[in-house]
């Protein structure tokens, strides 16, 4: 009898620690799922137990559905936190103005994340030759729940023997509306000039759709497709060109070797609707290596392709970047 006790005990005990003790399986989004014991249903977040013991919050616009012992149900359809659970967290924080799950969305909707970076680059020869260059860039990065604002800047001057190469300067702000946790509405305003190409100012406004699978800190991935309106003033007897263009563009970055080394690759098509063989193909390709704290070194590759250029300016444009910058 004593045994029969003892066996009935362990068990008992292996089954409750066993994964078979498991009543609630997440399924996400993505197609992964994750099996435990839902602790917590909130408005924003469901707090599970994990099989293992763990204890992790995982945002709701992730999950798919859940599956219990008995049904499978939506995540939007799923019970939220029993009005018990509701009223004790509320007692404990009243100052939070209302019920603790509302006033974590509206926390979670007004914090805005801040990263971005600031590079610089330059190069000085004499002797046989002649030669200086400098260049500077960044870009700042303010992004909330359901949206983000991008503002890219840059400046390029190099000379040759005394002749101007490269002298260009332009702005872009970006700002992009999640409507769906992968899917954007996209609308940018750029300005740039460019000397050498006698291009006194270009101006583009542009709207599009943009789908963002991966957005992490090891791994982005995004395009968007869409239309804008271009306007180019040349000097001289250059005039004035407009043309409504579609458009198409990527940026992927991502990190390697324990955040050791960052791959990362960008480009740019225009395409004016009423001359698709005027189209123009901008991209930058490199690594970013960190040197420091807050410290990165960048090399790059950056090709341009004008299919029908000015007068006397070549189709391609070729330029390798090493640069040093902060980041944050």
Known sequence: MKHLIKYTMLATAFLAFSPLAVADTLIFKNGDS?????KMNTLTSVVLETSFGATITVPRNKIERVETEHASQSIESSTLTS????????????????????TETKQKENDVKWSGEVNLSGLLQTGNSEKNAIGADTEVTARRSDDRFI?????????SEGTLDED?????????YFFK????????????????????????????????????????????????YIREDFS???GTEEDIAATWSLDYDQKFFSDVLTL????????PVDDAGAFTIETETGIKVPVA??????????FDWDNEPAPGIREEDTKYTFSLGYSW
């Open 83 to 102: 009005d018990a659970e509701v009223a004790t967290i509320a007692a404990i924080a009243p100052a939070a103005g209302g019920p603790f799950a509302s």
């Open 264 to 271: 990362f690759h960008e480009h740019d098509l225009e395409m």
């Open 151 to 159: 503002v890219k800047a840059n400046y390029a001057r190099a000379e």
């Open 293 to 302: 704290e807050k410290l990165i070194g960048t090399a790059k590759i950056e």
């Open 236 to 238: 001289g007897a250059g």
């Open 34 to 38: 994750l099996s435990g014991n839902i």
């Open 168 to 176: 260009e300067a332009s702005i872009e702000g970006i700002y992009d």
């Open 181 to 228: 946790p992968e899917w954007f509405f996209n609308s940018n305003l750029k300005f740039e000039t460019d000397k050498v190409s006698d291009s006194d100012l270009r101006s583009e406004f542009g709207l599009g759709l943009g789908h963002q699978p991966y957005e992490s800190d090891a791994l982005n991935l995004n395009y968007v497709i869409g239309t804008a």
